[in-house]
């Protein structure tokens, strides 16, 4: 790289322009964020009325009667999806630190990064969920049987799909 002049960190962030669309890569970086401040806006209300759940569940009557292993599934399960409110919180509170600091483009990067990560913690807490409920319904084999399948299904939607489809292109 030559004479030891680099550009600001900012202007390496920025993005190449998407195919197929004609816009300058500061109109990418400012639709991408729109983007993903809109995804973790819908995202981040869902985990936190299912973090909101998961709090009053041990004020229930019946949670005395749940064995041990319930209760770790629950632990799991409430941490997970604390993990992933928080992740989902992050680039909000980000963005303001770093408003007007010309940092869009690491926002975008670290905010999809974080996006990314807090469905990982929201996939597995969401099987532990399940885990537990067909525990306490069901018990025996059920609770084995759907957190396999749940967790297949989640992964191969959540990931597995855009993942084979990054791949192949």
């Not at 809109?38 to 995202?43: G, K």
């Not at 009557?61 to 992050?90: E, H, N, P, Q, T």
Request: glycine share 10%; with cysteine; proline share 4%.
């Amino acid at each position: 790289m030559g004479t030891g002049t680099r550009a600001p960190q900012h202007q390496q962030d920025e993005p190449r322009a998407d195919r197929g669309r004609d816009e300058a890569p500061a109109e990418q970086l400012d639709r991408n964020q729109t983007e993903l401040m809109t995804e973790l806006r819908v995202a981040g209300a869902g985990v936190q009325v299912l973090f909101g759940f998961l709090l009053i569940v041990p004020f229930n009557a019946r949670w005395g009667k749940v064995s041990s292993f319930d209760r770790a599934v629950y632990f799991v399960a409430l941490i997970c999806v604390a993990v992933a409110a928080v992740l989902l919180i992050a680039p909000m509170i980000h963005h303001r630190l770093l408003f007007r600091e010309g940092e869009k483009g690491y926002l975008v990067r670290v905010g999809n990064l974080d996006a990314i990560v807090a469905m990982v913690f929201l996939s597995f807490g969401l099987t532990a969920i399940l885990v537990l409920i067909s525990n306490v319904v069901f018990g025996g084999v059920a609770p084995v049987i759907v957190g396999i399948v749940a967790a297949a299904t989640i992964g191969w939607l959540w990931f597995g799909v855009a993942l084979l489809k990054r791949e192949h292109r």
